[in-house]
């Protein structure tokens, strides 16, 4: 096995006292203690999930993400470790036991299959991605020379009012009715090729970032705004020297989406602890105002004692929290770690979150809430 050696951090001796502090009205921006923590920042998580969503990177389109979230990391103070295949890890501290807790950067998307005869583009998805949450959504293409170019999700045809009645009720699919369109003067595969576009290229959904009374609504809610909860985190512990329980690392992992994220582990972690999305659904507890703590997803239950740690913290910090179970077709980079074979115990939390895969939305109650829990676990 690949060892990936974490530098040693020491344990902050003493925590500094919290304090009341106001801000913009509209943000509702408070920071207060809670049985001792320091409150979330909501400014502060929404600069985050912004500086995460504006990098593009459809999973196995790492590069560009990774130096993001270790430039964030650094301004932290903290310093960030690469794994080979796109991953980001940082040595939050602490003594005995290692934790990691991890938050995916990539995101669905799609990927060039080929070029069809009129210059449009046949594509497949990476992740799972599904025609009716993206047809008619705006998307960059990457080509392999570095370049970038726009275009749309259409249906074929793409006009209800010159398309037949059967073909309207067709349900779509990337293979026979559904392309992308360029913003590019194209009138065959020729001319596409000519712009250095081929299979293989990657295709970028835009994530379409808005707020309104206090709901959260974006593409890859799954999972930058969970990202973007552990930075704060981070942050959180850097500026009021917090004392961990025990030794913590922040694992921000790619491939998440195809299910290998975490595969690979740091010697000698003992626990996982996963945040990611909760969806919503007519038989789930989920709710986008609260964190849910997962006792089962399709692959198998999370261990019942990790479980039980989170539940019971969650009571004691007086955190808004629901248990649930993800089935059929859910699960998290903690599963991966299992999988791959790790002696570890593993655990997910997360907010609830509607449209899972498609135009996602959460409330920022929710996001409070995961990272209210999340900070109570890990802070004595």
Not at 92 to 120: F, K, Q, S, W, Y
Request: proline share 5%.
């Amino acid at each position: 096995m690949v060892v990936l050696c974490l530098p040693p951090r020491c344990c902050p001796s003493r925590r500094r006292n919290a304090h009341t502090r106001s801000g913009p009205d509209d943000q509702n921006e408070i920071m207060f203690e809670v049985n001792g923590m320091t409150a979330f920042q909501e400014a502060q998580w929404t600069e985050y999930f912004e500086q995460l969503l504006a990098v593009d990177s459809t999973t196995g389109q790492y590069h560009a993400i990774q130096e993001k979230t270790a430039e964030l990391i650094r301004a932290l103070g903290y310093e960030p470790l690469y794994t080979r295949k796109g991953g980001v890890l940082a040595d939050l501290g602490g003594e005995g036991e290692p934790l990691v807790i991890t938050a995916h950067l990539d995101d669905i998307g799609l990927m060039v299959r080929h070029i069809n005869a009129d210059g449009t583009l046949n594509v497949c998805p990476v992740g799972g991605l599904y025609p009716f949450y993206c047809v008619t959504e705006n998307v960059r293409i990457y080509t392999g020379e570095g370049k970038v170019y726009t275009g749309t999700v259409c249906r074929i045809p793409n006009s209800i009012h010159v398309t037949e009645e059967e073909l309207r009720k067709a349900l779509g699919d990337f293979r026979t009715n559904v392309c992308v369109v360029l913003d590019e003067p194209v009138n065959s595969a020729e001319d596409t090729r000519k712009l250095g576009i081929e299979t293989g290229d990657f295709i970028a959904l835009e994530p379409r970032f808005t707020r309104a009374g206090g709901y959260v609504k974006s593409r890859f809610v799954d999972d930058k705004a969970c990202a973007a909860v552990l930075l704060h985190i981070m942050k959180t512990i850097r500026e009021q020297n917090l004392p961990l329980r025990r030794k913590v690392v922040a694992y921000f992992a790619c491939y998440e989406e195809i299910g290998h994220g975490t595969a690979w582990l740091p010697e000698g972690i003992h626990d996982v602890l996963a945040l990611d999305i909760a969806p919503l659904g007519p038989d789930q507890n989920s709710d986008e105002r609260k964190v849910s703590i997962f006792a089962k997803d399709s692959r198998f239950p999370y261990h019942s004692g990790m479980t039980a740690e989170l539940r019971e913290t969650a009571k004691a910090a007086h955190v808004d929290y629901v248990m649930d179970i993800f089935t059929p077709h859910y699960g998290t980079d903690g599963d991966g770690s299992v999988l791959a074979g790790y002696d570890i115990r593993h655990a997910a939390i997360g907010p609830g979150t509607a449209n899972s895969h498609g135009y996602e939305r959460t409330h920022i109650d929710g996001i409070r809430a995961t990272y209210d829990l999340t900070l109570a676990y890990i802070t004595e």
